[in-house]
């Protein structure tokens, strides 16, 4: 049997791109506090400031801002975790190690795959993290809905990093590839139900979020931290038909991120 088509061509390389990115990540301390303190502060912020006065239209509870933005603000950790994860590719390119791999025998397709979910296991590590924090502020969590929102999670991480990958992999700018992650990026998040309900929106508005995967999403992570049901107004999306877009998403930036690593140009 060739060489290259064993198992061990794929498992191994991937496993140890997979391993460099965790350790990677936890020695750079300014890339956790960044990538958790940020979204935190957000959070608390404009979540105390709305908590009293915020109301989703259509709904027939009350829910505080806090508790319907928490959801978002998960997404928004493993969107940031992803942008500062997949800047490797970047510093590995100038550092000589990408031109390396690429030359050895390692499969293109390993590469791709050790450096999504190293950067999805990243993301959603820290989004949970951040998720475990919920019960200390009142918010009730089950064994049931951690398990989901873990299995949510980690589908949304898996479909940012495999976005970020791709943009990383045609840039040479850390600078750029900021820019161009933010501008693409944080809209996305912005319009994606994280930050105000799609009910209450501009029609305009309402027809960007249900085009956007990330609506999908955030819906996907609302339904599965409240299993037992929880009326978060018109316009959100079941968790069925959130979990299809999600799942979607996810496999199509990954054979995207794939396609372009496994291009020889």
């Not at 303190?37 to 505080?64: E, K, M, Q, Y």
């Not at 009326?231 to 959130?242: C, E, H, K, Y």
Request: hydrophobic share 55%.
């Amino acid at each position: 049997m060739n060489a290259e088509a064993t198992p061990s061509s794929f498992l191994l390389p991937a496993a140890s791109l997979w391993r460099r990115e965790i350790l990677r990540f936890v020695r750079a301390r300014s890339r956790v506090i960044g990538a958790l303190a940020t979204p935190f502060v957000f959070w608390i912020l404009i979540g105390s400031g709305l908590r009293d006065s915020f109301r989703i239209p259509g709904a027939t509870a009350s829910v505080n801002y806090l508790e319907y933005a928490l959801p978002g603000t998960m997404v928004l950790i493993v969107l940031f975790t992803a942008v500062f994860a997949t800047i490797s590719v970047i510093e590995d390119r100038k550092a000589g190690f990408l031109q390396a791999v690429i030359a050895s025998p390692v499969r293109r397709s390993a590469i791709a795959m050790g450096k999504i979910f190293g950067c999805s296991t990243l993301a959603t590590a820290q989004a949970l993290i951040f998720l475990l924090l919920a019960p200390l502020l009142g918010i009730p969590l089950s064994a049931t809905a951690t398990l989901l929102s873990a299995g949510v999670l980690l589908l949304v991480s898996v479909g940012l990093s495999a976005l970020g990958l791709l943009g990383a992999w045609y840039m040479d700018s850390t600078q750029g590839f900021h820019a161009i992650m933010n501008l693409v990026l944080f809209p996305l998040w912005l319009l994606s139900g994280a930050f105000f309900p799609p009910s209450g929106a501009a029609s305009w508005i309402g027809w960007i979020m249900s085009v956007n995967p990330m609506t999908y999403g955030v819906a996907a992570l609302r339904h599965a931290m409240y299993p037992d049901g929880r009326d978060w107004g018109p316009g959100v999306p079941s968790f069925g038909l959130s979990i299809v877009i999600t799942i979607l998403f996810a496999v199509a930036m990954t054979a995207l991120a794939t396609n372009a690593v496994k291009r020889r140009e």
